[in-house]
C-alpha cells in the first residue's frame, strides 16, 4: 500500500470513527478498515461504547481469516494494555495482518507502546499522519493533555451576523432542521454549559427532546454573581434533570441564603474561580464533553483564554439587521475564516460548518 493510498484509507477511517461520538467517550473515537492485498476493502469498524470493543477488534471480527496478510489502517496507535478490553496489538498479531498503518499516535502512557509491540513481532507498524485522524482524535488528545473536557460552542446566526431577534419578532433563527441536529448533539455530550445572559433572556429549558439521548447531559450555568431567579425553566426542572449553578466562592459567600435556595431546588452550587477552574472541575468529574449554548458575553471571553476547542455555527440565510448590543455573534465571519472548517453541510436552508480552533 502506497502513502495516496494509506492516506484514502486513513480519511475512510476517519469517516467512521466519528460514528461513536456520543458512545465512546470518555475513550477516544477511533475507526479502523482492513485493507487486503490488492487494495480491497475487507471489513471496517469503530468504538461504539466505552467498554466496548475497539475499532481493531470490531473491524477484525467482522474480517475474520480474510485479515490475514492484510493491512490495517487506524485512526489511533492500537492500545497495549489490558484495561476492560485486552490490547489490540495483540488482537491484530493473533489475526495474522501483516502490516498496521496508523495515524496519531496514542498520548496516553497507560495505553501506549503498541506501535513497538507490533514490530518486536514482525509486524510492520507504521505511523502516517492524517488531519482527519487528527481531527477526530483531537478530543480525547485534548483530555489527556489538559485534563479538561473537550469543550464545543454553538450558535445560530443570520446572514448579517446576529444571534437575537428583536423583541415581537419570532425568537427562531435556524430552521427546524437545524434545532433537530442540534438536539441530537446535545444527546452525545456531558455537560450543557450556559451563561446568565441566556437564562436571563432566553431562559432555555436545555434538555434533548426528539431524539434517542446516547447521554443525558448535566446542565451547568455559570453565573458570576448567582441571582438564578426561581422561576426559570432550569430551576423549575432541576430535580429531572441533573443541574449545577458554578459561581466564584465569593459570590457563593456573599449570598449564602440563595445558594441555599438553589440547593433547595436539587441544584448543585458548585465554587469555580472562573471558567477554566469550572471546565477543570468538570473533568476531574469524567466530564469529557461540553456544548456551551450562550451568546457573547460568556463564548467570546472563553475563547479569548483557550477555552473553546470547536464551535458549530449554524447560519440562516435572511439577515435580521442589529437588535441591540447582545445581538452580535459571538465570533465574526472573519475571525472563524481563521479557523480550521472541518466540515460544512446543509440543514434545510441553513448552512452548517464546523470549526476547530488551534490546540
Known amino acids: 500500500m502506497n502513502r495516496a493510498d494509506a492516506a484514502r484509507w486513513m480519511a475512510h477511517a476517519a469517516r467512521i470513527a466519528w460514528r461513536g461520538h456520543g458512545g465512546a467517550e470518555p475513550n477516544p473515537m477511533v475507526g479502523c478498515v482492513i485493507v487486503a492485498q490488492g487494495g480491497r476493502l475487507v471489513a471496517e469498524g469503530h468504538h461504539r461504547r466505552c467498554g466496548g470493543p475497539h475499532a481493531e477488534v470490531e473491524a477484525l471480527r467482522r474480517a475474520g481469516s480474510a485479515a490475514r496478510g492484510a493491512t490495517a489502517v487506524v485512526t489511533l496507535e492500537p492500545c497495549n494494555h489490558h484495561g476492560r478490553t485486552g490490547p489490540c496489538s495483540v488482537a491484530l ?18 495505553a501506549a507502546g503498541g506501535a513497538e509491540t507490533l514490530r518486536r513481532h514482525g509486524i510492520d ?8 485522524a487528527a481531527r477526530v482524535t483531537a478530543p480525547f488528545l485534548h483530555r489527556v493533555r489538559t485534563g479538561r473536557p473537550w469543550v464545543i460552542a454553538k450558535w445560530a446566526e443570520s446572514a448579517d451576523g446576529r444571534i437575537a431577534t428583536r423583541p415581537g419578532e419570532p425568537r427562531w433563527i435556524s430552521g427546524e ?33 426528539g431524539t434517542r439521548a446516547r447521554r443525558t447531559p448535566l446542565r451547568v450555568v455559570w453565573a458570576p454573581r448567582l441571582g438564578v431567579p426561581h422561576d426559570r425553566a432550569i430551576v423549575r426542572t432541576a430535580r429531572e434533570v441533573p443541574t449545577m449553578v458554578a459561581a466564584p466562592v465569593e459570590a457563593i459567600s456573599a449570598r449564602v441564603r440563595e445558594a441555599d435556595e438553589l440547593r433547595a431546588h436539587g441544584i448543585e452550587v458548585l465554587a469555580a474561580a472562573d471558567e477554566g477552574a469550572l471546565l477543570a472541575e468538570l473533568g476531574r468529574r469524567g466530564v469529557a464533553t461540553v456544548l456551551v449554548e450562550a451568546g457573547g458575553g460568556l463564548v ?53 460548518s464546523l470549526y476547530l480552533f488551534p490546540a
Not at 94 to 110: F, H, L, M, S
Open 125 to 132: 507498524a507504521e505511523h502516517v499522519p492524517h488531519p482527519d
Open 93 to 110: 498479531r493473533e489475526a495474522g495482518v501483516a502490516r498496521v498503518i496508523y495515524g496519531c499516535a496514542d498520548p496516553n502512557p497507560t
Open 177 to 209: 432542521r437545524s434545532r433537530a441536529m442540534v438536539h441530537r448533539e446535545r444527546s452525545r455530550v456531558d455537560a450543557l454549559l450556559t451563561g446568565m445572559g441566556t437564562v436571563m433572556v432566553d431562559d432555555p429549558l436545555l434538555t434533548v427532546r
Open 300 to 352: 467570546r471571553p472563553m475563547v479569548a483564554r483557550g477555552l473553546v476547542n470547536a464551535a458549530w455555527v449554524f447560519t440562516a440565510p435572511h439577515e435580521l439587521g442589529d437588535a441591540g448590543p447582545r445581538s452580535a455573534a459571538p465570533m465574526t465571519a472573519a475571525e472563524l475564516s481563521r479557523l480550521d472548517r472541518a466540515w460544512t453541510g446543509r440543514r434545510g436552508d441553513d448552512r452548517v
